[in-house]
């Protein structure tokens, strides 16, 4: 059975710090580009970042580029998400999914971000709030 968990969310002023963690299980993690996404009340899911399946790649959305960094643990089934100097626009419910037509997150830049509809096994998500 194919089971996406996230993890790590919290409360945290602007500025903060936290770390997500997405633990998957049923599926070979290392077999799939494993991406990040998060939604605002009111607004569309957006693709943060990405982390690719053996080549290293990755991705990040202008808005957290410097600020986020995704690493990823096969062995362990994990895949991290480290959030840094983090801001109110931060605040968002966050998802890891993967992504079942690529295996590397290099297509991401080319094409002008993530590509929603490519990727699955959507967990529930961690709730994200940055607020003073």
């Known amino acids: 059975q194919v089971q996406v968990v996230e993890s790590g969310g919290g409360l945290v002023q602007p500025g903060g710090s936290l770390r997500l963690s997405c633990d998957a299980s049923?599926?070979?993690?290392?077999?799939?580009?494993i991406g990040w996404f998060r939604q605002a009340p009111g607004k569309e899911r957006e693709g943060v970042s990405c982390?690719?399946?053996?080549?290293?790649?990755?991705y990040y959305a202008d808005s957290v580029k410097g600020r986020f960094t995704v690493s990823r643990d096969n062995v362990q089934s994990m895949v991290y998400l480290q959030m840094n100097s983090l801001k109110a626009e931060d605040t968002a419910v966050y998802y890891c999914?993967?992504?079942?037509?690529?295996?590397?997150?290099?297509?991401?830049?080319?094409?002008?971000?993530?590509?929603?509809?490519?990727?699955?096994?959507w967990g529930q998500g961690t709730q994200v709030t940055v607020s003073s």
């Open positions: 999914a993967a992504n079942l037509m690529r295996r590397s997150c290099a297509a991401a830049q080319s094409m002008g971000g993530m590509i929603r509809h490519e990727y699955a096994y």
């Open positions: 049923g599926f070979t993690l290392g077999d799939y580009a």
């Open positions: 982390s690719g399946a053996g080549d290293g790649s990755t």
